[in-house]
C-alpha cells in the first residue's frame, strides 16, 4: 500500500507513477484521442454534414448510463476494501485476546505463588489506595525537543523489545530446532527460507524481570520451578517461560499462515515465513520501498516495476509468487522443518489455516489439564476457544475478498461500455466541438471514465493487488509486538505495602 501525505497542495502525489489509476487512464484517453485524430483526418467534412447526431443528448445519455454502472461497481469496491480492513483487524484482534489472556491465566498458576504480588481480597480492610510516582514530569517544550533529538533508530524500537530481549541463547530442552539448510527448497529462494547461519546474533524474546518493590528480603523461587529470581530494587536475567513462548509462537503462526493465505501465497509450496526478531525496524508500508524486496531480481528497478504496473503485466502468477517469497511473514519462534512439512501438506488455504487452530486448541487444552493456567475455572478457560474462533469466523470474512472475485457479468459490461465510449467520444466531439477543444475534451473525458473503472479494478483484491495492496508484512510485525506484552508480567504498581495512617 502506497503511503502518502496530504501537504503542498496535493502536488507530492500528482506525479506518483507507480500505483496510479490515472497515469494507467491516460493509455485509454491516448487511444481514444488517437480515434479522433483518425476520424478527423480520414473523412471529409461533407460526411460529417449528412451525420448529423442534431443533438450531443444520445451519446451524453448513454454516457450517463455508463456513469451508473461504473459507479455501482466503484461503491461496491470501495466497501470490499474497507470490508476486508475490518475483517482483518478483527481477526488478529480475537487472536491477540488468545495470547494476552491465556498469558494473564498462566501467571495464576503455581510456578509463580511466591513471587505474585498481593491481593486486594486478601485485605478487604483496605479503603484507600495512593499510587505515587517518582520519575520527573516533563513540559510540553521539553517533550517535543525529546522527540525532535531523538534518532529513528530509537524511535522505532518499543520499550518492550527492550526489555525482551535476550543476552544469550539459552540451551535447554525443548528448544524449537531447526535445520540450517533445506534440501527440498529452490536454490535461487534459499535465502528466504533458510535459518540464519549465526543463530546466537538473533535476539530471542523473554519475560519481563519481576521484582518486588516493598519486600525487603531475598525472594527466590525453586530452580526447577521455572528458574525465576527475583530481589526488591534488583533486576536479573530469568529464562522464559517455556508455556509463554510456545503459546506465542503458535499465536503468531497462526495469524501468519492466515495472512499468507489472503494473499495467495502458491499452492503446495512452502509458505514463505520466517523468525521475528523483537525490536527490528517495522516492513514499509508501501512494499516497493523496503530493501527486501529487492532480493531475487524483483524490485530492482523502480522504472521497471512502474512500466510493469502501467501495461498491467505485473501481477502475472509468477510475479506474485516472487514478490510474496521476497515479504515473508515473521513468525515468533520460527518455524520448524515439521510445521513447514505439515503446512505444506495442507491442501487448502482453510486447511492450512485450520491446522493451526488446531494445535492451539490442544496446547491450551492439554496445558490446562496438567496445570498451566493455574485455578482458572474451566468456564473461564473456554473464552480462549471462543476467541480463536471469533478470529477464524474474520478470517473467512477475510477470505472471500481475496478468493470470489466481482460478478463477472457486472465486469463485463462495464469493460464492453468503457471500449465504446472509446470508440463514441470522439465522434461527439468532432461533431459539436473544434478540433483542438475537441481534442482536449476528448481527452480529459476518457480519463475521467477510464481511471474511475481502474480504480475499482485496483480496490477489487485488497490482499494481493499490489503496491495497493494491504500492508499485511507491517500488520504482522506489529500483532507480534503486540503477542510480546505476553512475557511482561505482572503491573509493575502490582506490589504494595499497608501503611498505618495512625
Known sequence: MIDYGSGYFGLNIVFQLNGSAAYKAILYSILSCSIYVLIDYFTPAEAFEEFDLGHPYPVAALVAVYTVLLSTKLVFMYNRFWEACTALHNMQSKWLDVGTTMAAYHYQCKAYENIQPPSFGEHPEINNFVREKEGKEFSPEEQIEQIKSSSESSSIKSKFSDMLRKKKILKHDGVREKTERRDDIPQGNRSIYAV???????????????????????????ENSGAISIVAGEMKEVAPSPFLLEGAHLVSLLSAVALSTLRNDIEGVEAPLTEFVPGSIWPAFNAYADPSIKRDGFGRSLFLATFRFLFDISRTEQERALYNVNRPFRVIGGISDGEAAFLQSARGPSAKVALVNMWLNEFTMREHLHGSMGNVGPPIISRLQQYQSDGFLWYNAARKMSYIPFPLPHA???????????ALLPILMISFTEFWSGLVLNFLGLFVIAGLHLVSNELEYPFRNAPNDLPLNLFQAQFNEGLLTMFAGYHPDSWWEIKSTA
Do not use: G, W
Open 412 to 422: 463485463q459490461l462495464t469493460v464492453i461500455f468503457l471500449y465504446i465510449c472509446t
Open 196 to 222: 540464519s547461519s549465526h543463530p546466537e546474533k538473533i535476539p530471542r524474546p523473554r519475560p519481563r524481570n519481576y521484582h518486588a518493590s516493598t519486600p525487603s528480603d531475598l525472594t527466590e523461587m525453586n
